[in-house]
């Protein structure tokens, strides 16, 4: 397949190894922050052949792990209802909320279904007029264009049963976040190229100005990935800190200026709470006031005293790279991806779940 | 009613408390994935069914074959049945009801048996239009002449608008299994050979394309076919030990499944699966695995070493194993399997919980 198995050459990948190798003189920690990224990595096993000169934590790109848990139960509560139809991706149905996931509510008689793109859930709201129904809008800025163009449709057409229950969060402010995180050990990014193809690298530039570190912009396959370690490593080795493309064949420096302008029309930048994180300030999106009307948790308030996460599951610092999922103690034992205490276990962009997949095992955590 | 309900309870005679050997968690409840072929289907049915059926279980269904085979005035019958619930009823390149007579020929052909006599229950739903309904019985009528079996026996129910789906169609089937034929999931040993007899994903990706609503470039079609000639030319070729048709869960569920059966470790090349390059491009896309989506015209055939080419130009020699390719082999060892992947890396291949769930960006 053409732009797929270039990237998945073997001999291209170990020819980039051995470079990459050369080119470090010492070690050197990097964050892929897209959950794309971390599986590839892992089930490539690209992180142990480039160790130990090269640390790869893995970044808090997996728009369903941080999707905080007061939503997953607002969404739980939603598709319950008998007056509502839930339409939601299909990786957010087992990420568990704090009493049960959305697969348990569809069992449970809830009006769950799976979609593909926000423009289905608008046609399901269509075909059902007497039922609200509710797209669960979570993602980065790659979901953000055509969850913004669902609720411009449905203004447009009158569509007055189609809501959004907006979960979108923005990366850059969680970079910004991991940077000033007590014992943050991130030397460099690779940022994630399905994000930046639709808002391009310019809001990285201070970033890596400000914060003197290298971000490179970086594709999803191991020719790729491997490309991008190899471009960080070289701007840290010259003590350089700029923003590069790797991905070079999708991204460029303004992103998809359409796409952007459907953003920004339809949305507007929020605080937001990330599962596991905490509040991160102005790192999401809500519905401007224009589109209010669309908004799920305007027209179903949240009921019940906010719910509380286990205890035992550190996927707050596993998002933010201060702890490899192995190192957690409920890894592999209590948290698997059939009974996952956090949502990285369960997502296929988790990190959690991209070491169980791959058979890594428990490690002690380092003391 | 009673009055005193602490006392009636108290009262019951023992007799009539239900008792199974595992206790049934409390409230639990069937979810889709109890349906998926992965983890939690085989919990639902160790777990839960076969200690309910306790002594009513043959040996038989305890060894989870695709088919029982049970002897009987000398001869031995594969005896199986199998329900057909997918959506959407029609899918590229065939239907539910072409599907269902495929689906059991296969399950008797993976006993190395000779499929015979069908029987066909359909379930309706109110409203199903009679036209479609005349589709999905002619292709019953083709699937059946193509594998030379008659449907013999059946029955028809209508159920209220929304109690189905359009239509579930459900076939058991029975065949016959030649004098010298020995295939069954516990016999792979270390040294044999793992053959897959066609390219994997082709079914399922069909089926979730027209779900989705995705139109891909190139023919995406479902692989559904009978299966018993080409088994009977493997079987001829050479000492085939196992056989077993992969269908949901897909390759990488069935190789666990046999590994567990046989309590023996695999070994698989990942490059050495065959994926048709338009499904690879849909796996690419939904964010799916092709080694774990449902075929309906490929089985993993596990051989003798010494037999493994006689057996792979066999079945490239028949229409419906061209694409046929060894793909591992079998390894002393826990049962697990392991995928030894492009980078020179190797990764368990598991068995999957549940379904596969798109992804979401």
Redesign the interface.
């Known amino acids: 397949m053409r732009f797929v198995d270039e990237y998945r050459d073997d001999r291209i990948a170990l020819a980039l190894v051995d470079e990459i190798r050369r080119t470090a003189t010492r070690t050197w920690t990097l964050m892929e922050v897209c959950g794309g990224q971390t599986h590839t990595l892992i089930r490539q096993g690209i992180d142990e052949l480039l160790e130990p000169e090269i640390q790869l934590v893995h970044g808090p790109g997996c728009p369903v792990c941080v999707t905080p848990l007061a939503l997953i139960d607002e969404a739980i509560a939603i598709a319950k209802r008998p007056d509502a139809i839930l339409c939601s991706f299909g990786d957010m149905l087992r990420v568990p909320g704090s009493q049960e996931d959305l697969l348990m509510a569809r069992a449970a008689g809830g009006d769950v279904r799976v979609v593909y793109s926000p423009l289905d859930a608008l046609e399901v709201a269509r075909r059902n007029p007497e039922k609200t129904v509710v797209f669960f809008a979570v993602g980065f800025e790659t979901t953000a264009p055509a969850n913004a163009m669902a609720v411009r449709q449905a203004k447009l057409l009158g569509v007055e049963n189609f809501a959004l229950l907006v979960a979108h969060v923005l990366v850059p402010p969680a970079i910004v976040a991991i940077l000033v995180s007590p014992g943050n050990r991130v030397q460099g990014f690779l940022a994630p190229g399905h994000v930046c193809a639709v808002q391009g690298w310019r809001e990285y530039e201070p970033l890596a100005r400000d914060y003197g570190v290298p971000i490179v912009v970086t594709g999803f396959e191991p020719v790729d990935l491997l490309e991008g370690i190899l471009m960080t490593v070289r701007q840290l080795e010259e003590g350089r800190h700029e923003v590069e493309n790797q991905y070079v064949r999708t991204v460029v420096r303004d992103g998809n200026a359409p796409a952007r302008a459907v953003i920004d029309e339809v949305f507007e930048t929020c605080d937001r709470a990330w599962r596991g994180i905490g509040v991160i300030p102005k790192s999401g999106l809500r519905l401007r006031e224009a589109y209010r009307a669309f908004d799920a948790e305007l027209r179903f308030p949240r009921e019940g005293a906010p719910a509380s996460e286990s205890e035992l599951c550190m996927a707050g610092e596993v998002l933010i790279g201060r702890v490899k999922p192995d190192e957690c103690p409920a890894y592999g034992t209590l948290c698997t991806p059939e009974s996952p205490l956090g949502a990285p276990m369960v997502s296929s962009e988790g990190a959690c779940a991209a070491y169980f997949l791959a058979g890594r095992r428990r490690v002690e955590a380092p003391a | 009613m009673s009055e005193d309900p602490g006392s009636d309870a108290e009262e019951r005679p023992r007799d009539f408390v239900l008792q199974c050997p595992v206790p049934l968690p409390p409230g639990a ?5 109890h349906g998926s072929g992965g ?2 289907t085989h919990q639902l049915i160790r777990d839960v069914l076969v200690p309910i059926l306790g002594d009513v279980a043959g040996s038989e269904l305890a060894r989870l074959g695709d088919a029982a085979v049970v002897e009987t005035d000398g001869l031995r019958l594969a005896f199986t049945t199998d329900a057909f619930v997918v959506t959407p009823a029609f899918f590229p390149g065939s239907n539910i009801g072409e599907l269902a007579v495929n689906g059991t020929v296969n399950d008797l052909a993976m006993m190395g048996a000779r499929p015979l006599f069908l029987s066909a229950a359909l379930i309706l739903e109110e409203g199903l239009p009679l036209e479609d309904l005349g589709l999905v019985v002619t292709a019953m009528a083709e699937a059946c002449r193509r594998a030379k079996v008659a449907l013999v026996t059946g029955d028809t129910k209508v159920v209220e608008r929304g109690s189905a789906d359009g239509l579930f169609v459900i076939t058991s089937g029975v065949g016959l299994v030649p004098d010298g034929v020995e295939v069954g999931p516990e016999r792979a040993r270390p040294g044999d050979r793992i053959i897959v007899s066609g390219p994997v994903g082709s079914h399922g990706v069909a089926v979730m394309s027209r779900r ?3 139109e891909f470039e190139g023919e995406l079609s479902s692989d559904t076919r009978p299966l018993t000639g080409l088994v009977r030319a493997m079987l001829a070729a050479g000492d085939v030990r196992v056989l077993r048709d992969a269908t949901r869960g897909g390759l990488a569920s069935v190789l666990n499944e046999l590994a567990e059966s046989s309590g023996v470790s695999m070994v698989a090349e990942e490059k050495a699966v065959p994926v048709l ?1 338009p499904v ?2 849909a796996c ?1 896309m ?2 799916l695995d092709p080694l774990y989506v449902a075929n309906e015209g490929v089985c993993v055939a596990i051989v003798a070493p010494e037999d493994a080419e006689a057996v792979l130009a066999a079945a490239r020699a028949h229409p419906a194993g061209e694409h046929a390719a060894i793909v591992g082999e079998v390894v002393e060892g826990p049962p697990k399997v392991a995928l030894r ?5 190797t ?2 291949l ?1 068995m ?3 379904d596969q ?5």
């Open positions: 409840s069937v979810l889709l994935g983890k939690l989705a609503g995705i390059p690879r491009a690419e939904l964010g992947t492009g980078l020179g890396g990764r368990p598991i999957l919980a549940g769930l798109p992804r979401i960006c």
